[in-house]
């Protein structure tokens, strides 16, 4: 396993940031959600990918810029790990793909697993497709009891959001690679977005300034700083 453990893209600086809110604000919104309550988190987690190309590697994968992507070198599967330092509740899990540009390199086959290691990885979804082009959605129906239109497990067209929507609770997420069209070797992915719901965000659309409760080990529920950003020594 090849470890990479960049978790901040080359967009930003890790030395600009000088606190927990600073770090916070770097996180991305998605504007899209009538009210702004969703947090792209990636830069919550470290990154490991099985092989990659020199130049091809995590910091590529994390670029914003699509021109950029994650090279495999070596046989499939082909693993992308992703690490967070706590406990996360995700909604919404895509992956970017382009079949113009990538051709053979473009993946047909992928399935996608989560737990609470790397050891105890179990598999909620799988997407089959041929020639996608843009972001691909994952769905995340079962995971925890929720709705999601779309029914079937890892389909993404048809679906809304809704208020028991389902969420994903995991401290790690796999991607793995199983076919590319063609049968291609090596697989390009030049984007993976991770969501999860701020719920500091209240249904204005504005922080409501209090703390976020979530079930201790013991089983108690605890207030926690959910999206805590962990001090780097």
């Not at 990538?102 to 497709?129: C, I, R």
């Not at 082009?133 to 389909?155: D, H, P, Y």
Request: proline share 5%; net charge negative; hydrophobic share 35%.
């Amino acid at each position: 396993m090849v470890d990479h453990t960049d978790t901040l893209p080359p967009t930003l600086d890790a030395s600009s940031i000088d606190s927990a809110t600073d770090f916070d604000d770097a996180l991305t919104s998605d504007l899209s959600h009538p009210h702004h309550s969703l947090r792209e988190i990636s830069l919550l987690a470290s990154w490991t990918v099985s092989t990659f190309k020199p130049g091809c590697g995590v910091p590529a994968l994390l670029s914003p810029s699509h021109s950029l992507f994650w090279q495999s070198d070596g046989p499939q599967p082909h693993l992308l790990t992703i690490h967070f330092f706590k406990l996360v509740e995700i909604v919404k899990l895509k992956v970017y793909l382009d079949f113009e540009l990538d051709e053979s390199y473009t993946p047909t086959k992928m399935t996608f697993a989560a737990g609470m290691g790397e050891y105890d990885l179990v598999e909620f979804a799988e997407w089959k497709g041929e020639q996608p082009r843009g972001w691909v959605r994952v769905g995340l129906g079962g995971c925890s009891g929720g709705r999601m239109n779309a029914g079937e497990k890892g389909t993404y067209e048809q679906y809304q959001e809704t208020e028991e929507e389902d969420v994903l609770r995991c401290m790690c997420l796999q991607v793995r690679v199983l076919e590319n069209h063609q049968n291609g070797k090596d697989t390009h992915i030049r984007g993976v977005q991770i969501f999860s719901r701020d719920r500091r965000v209240g249904g204005n659309g504005e922080r409501d300034g209090g703390a976020v409760k979530e079930f201790r080990r013991d089983g108690r529920l605890g207030e926690l700083e959910w999206m805590e950003v962990p001090e780097l020594r």
